[in-house]
């Protein structure tokens, strides 16, 4: 490791949870010194629970040629099933650990069955699938399918308790956030299948403690990417769903406190959605992977969870909304400093939503394997913002890791106006402000640096994948096919050229993009005619 990966651990660590630190050490000894091969405990009792679907995963298991379809890389298991297959990376990996497909709509019992069973007589070769994460998935999937088709099968119950003693002991205290609250919510289910008091006490003072540091006052998951909040809120919808209909076991104050939780983070759900039913795909977030924000809206309505309608705060996203566009503007810190795996460097970043046609878009991800690919998606030069000398604002690195952070200083806004300054750029001995000023038909955009920078610095702007090249005119930048012109005052250099926009996991489109040069001020001025 050179000096450079050294400083940047260093510093990576020094932003973590006591705890974190703790269980890394912990567990990395245990595994290591304690190697004793334990005996499976067998499920002392065990009955299906009364189980009713929110909404169905769509179908990632072919039963045809035993095929399946993460990511969009698609496998057929011509001859048996290899649960370790790992050619397309640890993600496609964990997936089909997962078991999602076990709840897809086109699955049968018998198919399910076999599956299970395949999976169990593997268990002592797995490798990823006896991890903490995919356990904790593996155990909703398993106890809503057993229980949707009423099966009680001894080895089936004995493994999944199994696993369960497993994830008790090693819970992912180490990572935090939104791995723990799996964790969590899995140990419900795990509880309520085997009516087991430890395993329900565990996961109700995690839940109770988690969702109140992760679930922020105006509802959003503290993450900050929308597609992670609807994961987790899927998971509180469920959590409250398997209560409601289970509740001669146990009867308690937890239903309130989750359809509080639920009803903030609709609240936000719905204020980030855009009116097409998308999300922005700020942060981690990209397409086909979590509950669409419809289904969770539908699914909490017949829950008779109510909406708070809280105003967007210290999640740090505004929406400004008009019967021509929608923009969503980012003027928030990253993330929670000891949990920035899903974090990018895109502070003051925005997307512009016109006539329900995407036009300036945040480029998403398409991938979570540490290569430069993963680096490039979450740098301060993917995303519709400021970058300095070629510098990151804040210090992505090693696929899910963060080193130094932005962080947003002298917030201030009205009916018409925000502006904020962040600090990315004071090892630089840079400050940069934006502020956001809108009518009906014009959004003004205005970055001022607190020093020239030899016009070392530059304004991206992403344009969506559906909109032709745009005609560069004089000052101007002219979308012909959207009636839309962007004017820049103070610039030295405009420079179309082409990026690549995620459409999903390893599926991009090229689309073409503006890169602004200038000094120390840039005015930009985007013209938005209605019709």
Known sequence: MDIRKIKLLFITILYLKPVQVYYRLYYFLRNRLFRKKKGKKKAA???????????????????????????NLSHSFSDKIDWNYNRFGKLWAYNLNYFDFLNQENIS????????????????????????YPISLRGINWVKFLSNNQLKDELINNTLYFHYSILFKNLEYHLLGNHLLENAFSLLFGAYYFQDEKLYTKSYNLLISELNEQVLKDG???????????????????????????????????????EHKASLMISWLQNITFRSGKIPMVNDATYNIAPSSNKLFSYAKNLGILNQKIPLSDSGYRKIISDNYELLIDVGNVGPDYQLAHAHSDSFNFELIKGG?????????????????????????????????????????????????????NLKEDNLRISATHDGYKRKDFEHQRAFEWSDYD??????????????????????????????KNDKV??????????????????????DLSLGFNKTNKAFKLIID?????????NLPNG
């Not at 992670?228 to 409601?244: A, G």
């Not at 959004?443 to 702007?461: E, G, M, P, Y």
């Not at 200038?518 to 985007?526: A, G």
Request: proline share 2%; with cysteine.
């Open 443 to 472: 959004i003004t955009i205005r970055d001022v640096l607190n020093k020239s920078s030899s016009n070392k610095a530059q304004a991206h702007f992403h344009l969506h994948s559906s909109i032709i090249k745009p005609i560069l």
């Open 478 to 499: 002219i979308l012909s096919d959207r009636n839309i012109s962007i004017s820049f005052v103070g610039h030295s250099k405009i420079k179309i050229t082409s990026y």
């Open 220 to 258: 959003a998951h503290f993450e900050l990417s929308p597609m992670y909040h609807q994961i987790i809120l899927s998971r509180v919808l469920d959590s409250i769903q398997l209560i409601k209909l289970n509740s001669t076991w146990k009867k308690n104050d937890l239903i309130s406190f989750l």
């Open 109 to 132: 019992k018998e198919t399910g069955l076999i599956l299970i069973q395949d999976f169990i007589e593997n268990d002592d070769l797995l490798k990823d699938g006896k991890e903490p």
């Open 357 to 409: 046609n995407p036009i300036f878009v945040d480029t998403g991800i398409s991938t979570y394997e540490k290569n430069k690919r993963r680096q490039e998606e979450r740098s301060t030069h993917s995303h519709n913002t400021v970058e300095i000398c070629s510098q990151n604002q804040t210090q992505v690195w090693g696929g899910f890791r963060v080193a130094r952070r932005a962080k947003i200083i």
């Open 518 to 526: 200038f000094d120390k001020n840039l005015k930009t001025l985007i």
């Open 45 to 71: 009792n065990c009955s299906p629970v009364i189980w009713e679907n929110g909404f169905n995963y769509g179908n990632s298991f072919l039963d045809k040629d035993n095929s399946f379809v993460f990511l």
